[in-house]
């Protein structure tokens, strides 16, 4: 199947796949313009290529803003192509990227940047028969100390290996003995992995997810909005 892939959780990234194969790829450190940059991307990025079947939106964890740039061009693209239109949680990502170099049943632990000095997190407990990583904790949106207390009451059992720029702003986490020798990827989710997990997820027989986002927690808007309210 022909995949057309978006992620904007945080920089703005695309991909066309057919299976595990990668047929074009981009990606931009968007600055805020992920809207203004990735359509135009998109276009070129298909052009000369097989046509998509599905397009694939990643819903995050990841900042409001961003986030909802790359689900609008998603469902707009599979309105006007005809296609359907489904999602995948962005830590898949980084995660299909990481077991290209580990055990199958190694753990994992994917962190990104929430701002606000906090990290977006989810702990992998390995691959599935089908290649899909397993979810064993999270999505979930922490400080980085409450993440390192997560992961001490893991003490006992194998290390995570980490991936994620979330290790490169709060290398505390590294100090963490559960964390020890990680591989150290500070890369953003590509778009490319949230692809391949979709096509391994289908040939599963499970679906994907809806293209509803990731958010954890309330956008800055309507925290002002209860902040108002409260005063009055």
Do not use: C, N
């Amino acid at each position: 199947m022909i995949i057309l892939a978006i992620d904007t959780s945080a920089t703005a990234t695309a991909a066309l796949t057919d299976g595990e194969t990668v047929l074009a790829e981009w990606s931009a450190a968007a600055g805020g313009k992920h809207a203004e940059l990735t359509g135009p991307a998109i276009r070129s990025l298909t052009a000369g290529q097989p046509a998509p079947e599905l397009v694939v939106t990643g819903v995050g964890p990841g900042p409001f803003t961003g986030l909802r740039a790359g689900i609008a061009t998603a469902i707009g693209y599979s309105l006007g192509a005809a296609i359907p239109a489904a999602g995948v949680p962005s830590h898949l990502a980084l995660a299909v990227r990481a077991y290209r170099s580990l055990d199958q049943s190694a753990p994992l632990l994917a962190a990104t940047d929430a701002r606000r000095k906090e990290v977006y997190w989810t702990r992998f407990s390995g691959l599935d028969e089908h290649g899909v990583p397993v979810a064993a904790a999270g999505p979930e949106v922490s400080a980085p100390s409450d993440l390192a207390a997560h992961l001490t009451e893991l003490a006992g059992q194998q290390a995570p290996a980490g991936i994620g720029g979330g290790f490169e702003l709060y290398p505390e986490l590294l100090a963490v003995p559960e964390v020890a020798d990680p591989i150290l990827d500070t890369a953003p989710p590509a778009a490319a992995g949230l692809a391949i997990a979709a096509h391994r997820i289908l040939a599963s027989g499970s679906e994907l997810w809806p293209t509803t986002p990731l958010y954890l927690r309330a956008p800055d808007a309507a925290a002002a909005v209860r902040r108002e309210t409260s005063l009055r």
